[in-house]
């Protein structure tokens, strides 16, 4: 399993958009986000879509360790509800659908592990990506729509490649 991370550096406002270098070839994640209580146990879940680039063939290890294929990303509000199903809507058309994986406790548990191999560990009000459940292309002018069951959607526009 690896680990990567977003900081606010890469967090897009909700309905916000991304410019791509001319370069990237854009994929956007359908994800869910995990809010951390005071507990260390979840809180709460938040639907959550990350744009990536996978036009590179960098070595897997470089990649985790420089966030090479990350972009950007954003959030919706953190909610109740159990997510099901994630889908991604693609200037209006369903372009990828599928369920949820059930094992959001056991990501969670790996990535504090390997957090606490390096001395960290998470911490309350943490919010932890749990990587994608669905995926697809995304060209420069689209509008693209990530959407979990029972914790609503999140949109981001994809501008036009600069000259």
Do not use: W
């Amino acid at each position: 399993m690896s680990v990567g991370y977003l900081t606010s550096d890469t967090q897009l406002r909700l309905g916000g958009s991304y410019t791509p270098g001319p370069r990237e070839q854009v994929y956007a994640d359908a994800e869910v986000a995990v809010l951390i209580g005071p507990d260390g146990q979840a809180a709460g879940y938040a639907c959550a879509l990350e744009l990536c680039d996978l036009a590179g063939e960098d070595d897997p290890e470089l990649v985790v360790a420089r966030n090479l294929f990350h972009r950007a990303f954003t959030l919706g509000p953190v909610g109740g509800g159990t997510p099901k199903t994630g889908r991604l809507v693609i200037d209006g058309q369903v372009r990828a659908e599928g369920p949820v994986p059930d094992d959001l406790v056991e990501r969670i548990d790996r990535v504090r592990t390997v957090l606490r191999s390096v001395g960290e560990d998470l911490a309350a009000a943490d919010l932890v990506i749990t990587g994608s459940v669905v995926q697809h292309r995304v060209l420069p002018g689209e509008q693209v729509r990530a959407e979990v069951d029972d914790l609503g959607s999140v949109t981001l526009s994809i501008d036009a490649v600069p000259a």
